[in-house]
């Protein structure tokens, strides 16, 4: 599963914009969106997307956060603490949620079920 997030620094806002099994340029373009018109007229106060370098974020993507006249950034290639906060976010996600869920696949059922965390 990949979950795409936006984590607004001076708020310390995460938004989870959606969460697929299969993203695409297209998929990631909506969510960008969706984010806009979440944001709203909060949008301005926005100046800086910094994201990596996967082609799913293409030039449709950065046009949406470029018509609300924010600046989008891309990590530098091998620079993998340049977004630690992020990073930070994703790895508080998958043990959190996802290392709780089970999945459970009946045919073309799936049963997802809270597993109990084990405390010692």
């Known amino acids: ?13 995460l938004h989870i914009a959606g969460v697929t099994a299969h993203p695409t340029g297209r998929w990631t373009v909506q969510q960008a969106r969706n984010l806009a018109v979440e944001l709203g007229l909060r949008v301005e106060s926005l100046r800086f997307l910094l994201r990596d370098r996967d082609a799913k974020y293409t030039e449709s993507f950065d046009a949406v956060f470029a ?3 924010i600046e989008v950034v891309r990590t530098a290639p091998r620079a993998p603490r340049m977004n630690a906060h992020c990073e930070r976010v994703i790895g508080t996600l998958r043990r959190e949620a996802l290392d709780l869920s089970l999945f459970r696949f009946d045919g073309h059922r799936c049963c997802v079920g809270q597993a109990a965390r084990a405390v010692s």
């Open 1 to 13: 599963m990949y979950a795409l997030v936006f984590l607004e620094h001076g708020a310390r806002r």
């Open 67 to 69: 018509a609300d006249g």
